[in-house]
């Protein structure tokens, strides 16, 4: 298990936005973190990338306690999230978006000191080589050099995506990637979640939109007000009473 979320409890002043939640993350998995809104799941996302931590309860990281840890220190263990709002640098191309998250991680000042310009000129080409196969991997080789904030939400959210690659993750979270796709933008997005994973990089998504998990999840886990309330294989989520009662049931329009 890459990722262990063990009896994780966080309160918010009296209101508790997740209460005793275990789940965990599989090597070559895509786990569905599914349930209506406010039920805890960007809490959830939240405390893994050290953004909150645990009011009580364990978060591993390959077997390592990471709750309390600072939120650069667990991005450099090597968990990539993208976020509910477009999180890219408006003003900068497709390219040099990706291009900057590269140098969250490759330490180039230090490299810079030691094997002076040649070495940077020749980390820099790297770089961007690199850059350029990640955007063609998600879909965005044409739009290289537009600017990000000319790009539709969804190549945004491709964008993202390609800018949580570049850090080379050990673990991809993803918190609502289709909100605002059209279905052929989702069918799109669900091949691109296959091949990262394909890749050996495992997925946490969170996802309000059920025929995208159903599709895509190995294992779902759905939460409601807080807690977990059911988890299994997508086929029998589905037909799960208390997932219909608190999910489809009250929102409707998800199926
Ligand atoms: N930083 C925060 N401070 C106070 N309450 C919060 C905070 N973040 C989330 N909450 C509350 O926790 C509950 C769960 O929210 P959230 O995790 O965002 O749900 P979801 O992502 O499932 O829609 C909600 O009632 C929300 O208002
Ligand atoms: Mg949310």
């Keep these: 298990m890459i990722l262990r979320f063990e009896n994780v409890t966080k309160y918010f002043g009296g209101l508790a936005a997740v209460k005793d939640v275990s789940f965990t993350v599989g090597e070559n ?31 591993l990281f390959e077997d390592k306690e990471i709750s309390g840890t600072p939120s650069h220190k667990i991005a450099r263990m090597g968990i990539a999230r993208t ?29 810079t000191g030691l094997f002076g310009i040649c070495g940077t000129i020749k980390e ?74 394909k890749d050996g990089i495992p997925i946490l998504l969170v996802e309000h939109h059920m025929k995208m998990i159903m599709e895509v999840c190995h294992h779902v886990v759905v939460m409601n007000m807080g807690q977990k309330i059911a988890e299994g294989k997508p086929e029998d989520i589905q037909k799960n009473e208390a997932v219909i009662e608190a999910y489809l049931g009250r929102s409707g329009n998800h199926a």
């Design 29 to 59: 998995q895509i786990l569905g973190l599914i349930g209506p809104n406010g039920s805890g799941k960007t809490t959830c996302f939240n405390l893994i990338t050290g953004v909150h931590k645990p009011t009580s309860g364990n978060i």
């Design 83 to 111: 976020f509910q709002i477009s999180s890219v640098f408006p003003t900068l191309s497709a390219v040099e978006n990706v291009v900057t998250a590269h140098y969250n991680k490759t330490r180039s000042n230090f490299v």
């Design 124 to 197: 820099e080409k790297r770089v961007l080589e690199h850059s350029e196969e990640l955007l063609e991997f998600v879909g965005l080789k044409e739009k290289m050099q537009t600017q990000a904030d000319s790009l539709t939400s969804a190549d945004q959210r491709r964008l993202m995506i390609a800018i949580a690659l570049a850090t080379s993750p050990k673990l991809l979270m993803l918190d609502e990637p289709c909100a605002g796709m059209i279905e052929d933008e989702r069918a799109e997005l669900i091949a691109l979640m296959r091949s990262v994973c």
